[in-house]
């Protein structure tokens, strides 16, 4: 029987996912042995620059794609798939960002000379809560010392969003998605015996009922709901401080209605932009054109001697 990802996400597992974004991922076959896919930061700059040398990014291991390229003074962050905070096996996989990469990655590009500027392109409709706060730490942090730029080619919904609302600035592609801000989870209580006719009681120690909280009664659904609302204060507190919007306007900001709590939805170009959320609309070509011309470097002016060494050498080619 084929196994698809979506059987490796359990219950109660706080997510940052837009779920109808992520089902065609979620319904990938587990591969087989482990046979990877292509790596993905081959391709990432050549449609829209053409770059005469590409310099790899670090792996966690000899089957894992590459994590970034640098490409004249401009680094790309492929930010794809489902994300997690270490699943190698889903890098190694499809070429899809863990958090934990992602926190690496920043770091060292942050303290690379090769990289003027850093660019996240991102397709993703987001992931896991967990491990989602280191690396947006260390996307804000690289973005204090050189440009970030979040891409959204053409998705960055929920964990995804998150990540780009700490870069220095987000542009959309025509046709892109970002927004889903907001937390949610999949909780199942036993009612009735299973298939093999046992009834199954999930215990906790004493001093650990919200170890595991029951989502069939109130206690155990405000525990839930505690969790979640926690989670989510996290995400709204960094896209208020990343996208420089007052707290207090957040919430209605996102909302679809005139209530507050309508959240969570996802918004193309035109009404991200118009609520704070992204900074402009661009094709990925035009994109990448304007940050390359900023980050190349430029051709250098030949020395005096230079010069005169190239006149007496044309002067003695034509005697």
Not at 74 to 87: E, K, Q, S, Y
């Amino acid at each position: 029987m084929t196994r698809t990802l979506a059987s490796l996400f359990g219950p109660l597992q706080p997510m940052a996912l837009a779920e109808d974004l992520a089902a065609p991922l979620l319904a990938l076959a587990i591969p087989e042995g482990g046979v990877g896919g292509s790596a993905p930061s081959e391709s990432i700059l050549s449609a829209a620059t053409e770059p005469a040398a590409l310099a790899h990014g670090p792996t966690a291991g000899p089957t894992v794609p590459d994590r970034f390229t640098v490409a004249r003074g401009l680094a790309v962050v492929p930010v794809r798939g489902i994300l997690t905070p270490n699943m190698a096996q889903y890098e190694r996989w499809f070429g899809w960002a863990t958090y934990h990469g992602l926190a690496e990655t920043l770091a060292h590009l942050a303290a690379s000379e090769d990289a003027a500027a850093i660019v996240l392109e991102i397709d993703s409709p987001g992931g896991l809560v967990c491990g989602i706060e280191a690396a947006a730490e260390a996307i804000a942090t690289a973005a204090a010392v050189k440009p970030v730029h979040a891409l959204v080619s053409p998705l960055a919904a929920s964990a995804a969003y998150w990540l780009a609302s700490q870069a220095s600035e987000i542009v959309m592609t025509p046709g892109a998605v970002a927004g889903s801000i907001g937390i949610a989870l999949t909780a199942a209580a036993h009612v009735q015996p299973g298939a093999n006719g046992a009834q199954i009681f999930e215990m906790s120690s004493r001093h650990a009922r919200a170890k595991r909280p029951d989502a069939s009664t109130e206690a155990g659904r405000a525990e839930l709901q505690r969790s979640l609302d926690e989670a989510e204060a996290a995400f709204h507190a960094a896209v208020s401080t990343g996208r420089a919007i007052p707290a207090a306007e957040l919430a209605a900001r996102l909302s679809v209605t005139d209530d507050p709590q309508d959240g969570g939805a996802t918004f193309r170009a035109p009404a991200a932009i118009r609520r704070g959320l992204a900074d402009r609309s661009e094709t990925r070509a035009a994109f990448y054109a304007r940050l390359t011309a900023r980050t190349a470097p430029k051709p250098r002016s030949p020395s005096r001697a230079f010069a005169a060494r190239a006149a007496a050498a044309a002067a003695l080619a034509r005697s």
